[in-house]
């Protein structure tokens, strides 16, 4: 303000009829986001109940991703609202979930089972209404004792085997004929016939008709099928494959396909956007979330290196457009106008209010106030929101299910830290088994591994350094090839060339080093193994021995850069579950692993072995070569981590699978939550009961 030609502190009524109205101008501090999204929601419900029509009152906000809490909270006080945004239809269920069932059919037209992992979430959708939560979650824990065997080939007889009711077999068995269809009449029709199919055949189009939203889901379906056209228009001969892959790189590029979403509410209040609110007023406005990271922390939208080249100019006119769109904005009351911030986000992080607030303050033309939500306020939302969590997907497994799934358990390292990281995600992975993807990263770090084993167990045999190297690209590249499935053709190659040049790389910075290091032992796997009365299990990459002395190596695929937060020990070795980092709170999987090796190999007294240190190995060098992190081992943190194993095996043990990480690209913290609105099974009575038998027959 000063700076911009024109614009000053001074906020004057432009309509005369409301130039005298005292009080017109409120600055409101909250104590944190919830007690802002509260307290607006309160006075929204006193200003409708009091009379006054909410289509005169409208709620302005700098983007769109901070209605969406307000929604959730006027959606649960019956309060109408109109809001017009963009929407990204790739991540409207129904359109993900067709996507995600055309991504099966791709995946087993080019190999079978390879796209099992995907059938435990599509077996969820509204389309297949008769089976229940329960039946699928027996059916993935019975298909995982089955190594040989695949999803598709097994469910063909499961219905029969898990005593499934007669419309459950029904829905199952046309589920299956649909694929085998599809999957043969794909090569005889074009990929729009397939995908128009698909939608058409298999349910989509009929759920969508029948949905609330009835309008909204078909010019969801719609625009996913226009992009379909629009790109076998360009080139017919467009496989589905390649389809999928378009879509994906829309999804990785955050770009998604875009479709206008209205909502409008008889007499609603209205949601929208600082810039979509020109030209409009309102008796009553509201402008929330007037906070620095959201106001003075904005991008120019200029490139980075655009940037570099103009670093004082994009920045001055961002910052000038910013202040003017902050001010015009509250030329959009008429009545009242209230400009709110927050001093915590929801993580009770701090908050700093916007520099245009504090101008607004010093300008002396608003009365400064502090407000929270009421105690009766804030318990009624605690409530709803309580609602909102308690229907999970987990919640609906009945007990006794559960409990004889893990009553055999042994805890190994990599669940260990998978339950620790999120109780959800191990449910899903170690307790249902859902079987998942192979990953490129993943299984490239396989192929590694296989080479390095076969390498120090043949070390004592090999001649020369040709020949090492000439086993290890040997090894690594049958390992890569036997699971080419995978791999895109580009990305086989590419990681092909990288694997052979790395493991070239270390054995010449190392094989040195190797002549005099002890007595070797690799894929050391240990299974019937117990720590203060804790069942255990694992396989260590490589041990060293010298003299009863245990040195545990792990070889580690990935950056140095991402892999180091994970071998360093907890800040203290008191649990403080206020510690939100991961890392800082439980100490790096790294670190935690090698504790959790030593407790292996000294559970067996009879060997008289003492682990005194471990080492992880990178195996991918950076631009200043290889990387390798001694962690030597104290009593205190191998006391702490034994804490850690048995509170994590009793957790396990009593079930404790409802609270997850949280995190927003976690799929299975998502999968559960989301799980609320599968409206077809709120019929069903699947709800934990104590005294309820699983049916075996």
Known sequence: ???????????????????????????????NLFHEIVGITAKLKKLRDTGVSLKNVGILYRKHAQSEELIKFLQAEGISYNVA?????????????LNNLLTYLAAESQRLDSGQHLLFEILHYHNFKQLSAFDIARMSAKLAKNFFTGWR??????PQELGLDKESKKELRAFLADIEYWLKEMHNVTLQTLVEGVMSKMGFVSRALASTEATHQIQCLKTYYNFLKEETARNPYLSLRDYLKKIELLEKNKLGLKLNKIVHGIDGVNLMTVHGSKG????????????????????????YRLNLLLPGEP???????????????????RMHLEVSYALQDDKEKPLTKSVYVVELEESNAAVIRKDHASEKELLHFFDFMLLQKNDTYISLIKQDFVKKEVENFRLSATNLNSYLKCPVTFFYQNVLRVPSAKGESATFGTAVHSALDALFKQLNEINTPEEAKKLLTRKFSAAMNSSREAFTKEGLERRLYYGSEILTKYYDTYASDWSNLGEIKTELYLKNCEIDGVPIRGQIDKVIINDKNVNVVDFKTGKWDYGKKKVSPPVSLVDNPDESNYEKRYGGDYWRQVLFYKALIESDTSQNLKVISGEIDFIEPDNEGFHRSIIMVTDDHYDFVKKQIKATYQSIQLLEFDKGCEEKDCQWCNFNSSYKKQKQYSGINLMVDDDSTMDET
């Open 315 to 333: 920045k001055k006119a961002s910052e000038e457009e910013t202040r003017r769109l902050f001010y015009v904005a509250l030329t959009r009351a």
């Open 85 to 97: 945004k963009s929407q990204n239809v790739l991540q409207v269920p129904i359109v993900h979930q």
């Open 1 to 31: 303000v000063g700076k911009v030609e024109g614009l000053n502190k001074e906020i004057v009524a432009a309509n005369n009829e409301v130039s005298g109205i005292q009080n017109a101008l409120q600055i409101v501090e909250y104590p």
């Open 153 to 158: 080939e097994q469910l063909h007889n499961l």
């Open 280 to 303: 409009l007023e309102f008796d009553y406005l509201f402008v929330l979330g007037c906070t620095e990271d959201k106001w003075e922390k904005e991008k120019t939208g200029l490139p």
